[in-house]
């Protein structure tokens, strides 16, 4: 068994309060372990930083709508190739990168687990494929069922058991991580009128529901089954002057139960809706602060290109409306919709430098690190590769007030940005980069470094340049081996996918197989599947609410 | 005339048991033409015509369709090495060429003349 | 209906046997239920049904056959549920005495025909591969990799069938659906440039006219059936509205209809260009602003005509510019049973969906450059890599040329011009009846497959492994990786 000692580093494991101390991590088989014999390799870590690997709460990187979005922008591949060598095979880059530069490029910076965040279940099996094709990083992905006609159909007559059990055969049948709702109750509109809906207390159509009362449910559901990441919701009003008062709204609905976020700076948004967007995001973070029960990411735009891929479809429809530009609409039948629009974030425009400011706001307000860590919504803030740069804006105040000259200066007067001083500690960039999300995910074996833990270790050499620093690891160690080895791709590896397995009442099936023979196309015995489809995998444990009393 | 080759159920069913069998070969070497361009040319159901275009020639089967079915200066054929003969291999830059528009002359072939 | 056969959507085999006519009956109650696609044996030991299996030879990819399976001949004796297509799919993919392996037509075994595989490839300075849309994902995963290795070019039937409109989709993006949604939604549906009730005749009864749906209780009555073509297919008894455009003016005619969907003016000659009359168009365009759920559906009289890319592009902007005043969505109609697959598996890959080149090590997309009509016509390509398709009987004439020259490497489940030209020729088992794995349909939808029988033949996924790891062992030492990285 392959073992491993890292030594003089100084040590910054948050979760079991290292900070920044000088110790040896010791490595056997794929663990942290207390000790290794004197045979093993030592890499000496001196002037270096050591971590646990990073972890990504939030990002688009496998499925249907990534390969649309993929094929969509050959021009953007052109100019960012990935050459293949003895260990590495070849691809393309740019905003969405094709499935082994995804790969690489997390773990060559770092990032040893990422989540996609919005996977219809009917596609589950086209996005492990791709993810067996998404080297080194452990991954998992978020189901879409906040906008399910067969749920909503179980709501609507009252069915609060069939509710939950299906949510957990659907999780089951897709090798999910969690739910994910995105813009709840919209998509039978955009389906029927190309509309969308913007009150949570209007009712769905011809659902007697209200896109409050699904979120209710869900949360509730998913917190009784106890899955290790509680319900990640897209709030409805995405992108709205004035929407802040809608996340206010959905977070309030979990009544103190857990309850994910995503990419919050698009949701801390005042003003009047159609006017322009005002930053809400004291009103937003006080919340934050102040309940324990929520955790969010922040969905940073970094300047340049993005790509808008979304399950809210109407968002990239009101984008094509600015734009213009070439777009993709999909809808999936009884599960979801789907909008792309290409998009590139301009220093000088008032909406982006805004948005901008807005999620430097949020994470310079924040008090707890652990609650609100970090994303840029890949690719639709900006790409993954730019967390560096973040970090550096988060780390060096001088950085961001330099940058904040070059943006539009009208936008950054409407905020509280310029006044505010704090920088991010090395601690807390751990925190809201790996441990945070990691505790948020209820990986109990990521994002920290104690005995028991996988080995998965990033080791970056020291500068005061974070964003040089954070871009290149010197080691990054992936399950005990070093994938990147004093800078140098050197070892191939594939990670696990990782889901969850909840128990269920098997007679639900009954429920649901009618439906799927009236409204679906394909066959219900057809739709789950089997463990023998995954490549390694790991079953993360859920917590079901009965079970939590007895501990 | 505009050759139009396409896929025909039959030659769909044929070339499930096999593109080298007499089936498939007799579908894909068997062309429709409207059945006033026919009695122009003086051809009757089952002669057998000579297709000509740039690339090659062909002897094939000619059967009759209803002008309402197969507008005047269409020919149409199921897909098969026939057609492949007579297509150009120009993609103007795209990857495919002109499968389904090609332009070919026509005529009858006597008898005896084949062989 | 004048096609009435391809319309069947419960046909019955006449090679059913009597015994596994006594099995068909007994089997439904014994076979639904806990164990779906499970074998239960009743009636002979040698009689097995396979419910809810895959059919692959069209886009459709309906998954809902089940299959009467004799074990002892080795052979599919009836498959409930399948249109004409399918039928002689599952019917005449038995197993045949051939070798597994030809080299030079002689009889070779695999491992000696793997090596030969492995050896062309690697001595080959443009190696192409080529076909791939009659193939699980999983072998096409692994054909890639070939292609990347070798630093050769891959490309799909894709650049021969819906290329273009894979060009058009990278200029305008497109506006789409599962067929679920047509399905429950759709009250009006156009089939433009495609005859469905031959190539893929079960895209009707099942997804898109005459099935009820969660919108649509009454099926057929409650949709407007439209169709689009040169010629009067035996499609057209299935529409409302049959409209002949001249041919090689869908374009024309498609960018006219965008301008009155978009309240432009037109010029008074429309109908002595495209063949359509003015009082035609306002009345569909009146239709399409007004429907419930529209959707286009294009075959490949665009893709193959005059336009190309051109007519693609200007479906799914058309159907884009719909969405103003209703849900609109345009469809390619594919053809082959994982030509669709092929397309994803290329881009998630590569980056871009056929026509890809690994020669400088990256991938490069560029079609007519690197697609496989011209680079074969071209003369360029000096070995090939061919898999399920048959490009010797179906490619222009100087492409074949070309193919006649050089090694050439097949995978067919059939003997063809190709396998016959080849210098290794590998017999494979079929796909979703050998082999399982899974397949994309025309929307995108992942199915599962569920093999009949066993094939004494490997599958795709298995040679093609093989090659690989043969290319692997065989490789010289590449040069340090951080100068090639520096090359570009």
Redesign the interface.
Known sequence: MSELRIVNGRVYDPANGVDGEVAAICIRGGKIVESVSDSARTIDAHGMVVMPGGVDIHCHI?G?K??LA?????ED??LD????????????G?V?????TTGYRYATMGYTTAMEAAVPP??A??VI??LA?TPVIDKGFYVLLGNN?LLYQLLKEGRKRDFREAIAWWMNAAKGYTVKLVNPGSDEL?????ENISDLEQKVDHFDLTPLQVIHSFIEAVNDLGFPHPPHIHCNNLGHSGNFNTTLQTMRAAEGRRVHIAHIQFHSYGGEPGANPRSAAQQIIDYINANPNVTADVGQVMFGNAITMTADAPLA?MLRGFKK??????????ESGCG?MPFSYQEHVFTHALQWAIGLELFLLSEDPWRLVLSTDHPNGGSFMQYPRLIKLLMDSGFRREEIKRLNQKAIATTGLASIEREYTMREIAIITRAGPARALGLANKGQLGVGADADVTIYTEDADREKMFNSPRYVIKDGVAVVDNH?FKTPHDGRLLHIAPGHDNAIEDAIRPFFD??????F??YAINDD?LHAHEVIPTRPAGEDKKD | MTLIPGRTSKQGTSLNAGKLKAEYLEVTSTVEMNEDDMKKMKLKDGDRVRLRSPEGEVVVTCRPKKASDLPSGIIFMAYGPSSSELMGSDTAGSGMPLSKQIEVRVEAVGAGEEG | MSDKDNMTDNGTNTETSAAAKADAKAAPGAASGAA??AAPKNGGDHIKIV??A?CTFCGCVC??MDLTVDLKEKRITKAKNACVLGRAWFAEHTIEDRPAALIDGREASVEEAVEEAARILLEARYPITYGLSDST?EAQ?VAV?IS??VKGSVDTTTSVCHGPS?IA?????????????V???ADLVIYWGGNPAESHPRHFT??AVTP???HIPNGKKDRTVVLVDVRKTPSAPVSDIFIQVKPGRDFELLWTLRALVNGKKITADVEELTGVARETLDDLVARMKSC??GVLFFGMGLTMTRGRHFNSGAVLALA?DL??Y??F?AKPVRGHGNVTGA???V???????FGVN?N??????NPGEFTTVDVLARGEADAALVIATDPASNFPKKAIETLRRIPVISLDTKPTETSRLARVAFSVATYGINTGG?V?RMD?????L?PAFESPYPGDEEILTAIRDKILALRP??QD??A??A??
């Open positions: 496998a249907p990534v390969n993929r094929k969509l922008q050959p591949h052109r190739v990935q050459p293949g060598s003895d260990v590495m095979r070849s691809g393309t740019g969405v990168p094709s499935t082994f009917i596609f099996r086209h494929e791709e094709d006609v955009w389906k029927k009128r190309r429809w530009g070439k777009w993709v609409n999909a809808d999936t039948e009884c792309i140098e009236d409204y679906y196309t394909v066959r015995d057809n489809f | 779906p696609g419910k809810n895959t998954d809902d994902c995963r990799a990347d290795i894979g989709f990278q200029g305008v993006g497109e506006t789409t659906s599962t067929l679920g949604e399905k429950n939604r099942r997804y009820k749906g969660m419930s759920y884009a969405n103003q209703a849900p969505v397309d994803n598996v881009s998630w890959q590569t980056g871009y969906p690994f400088r090590g990256f991938p490069r997309f899974t994309y995108d939808v992942p199915i599962t569920r030492p590449r990786a951080a090639d990285r090359a570009p």
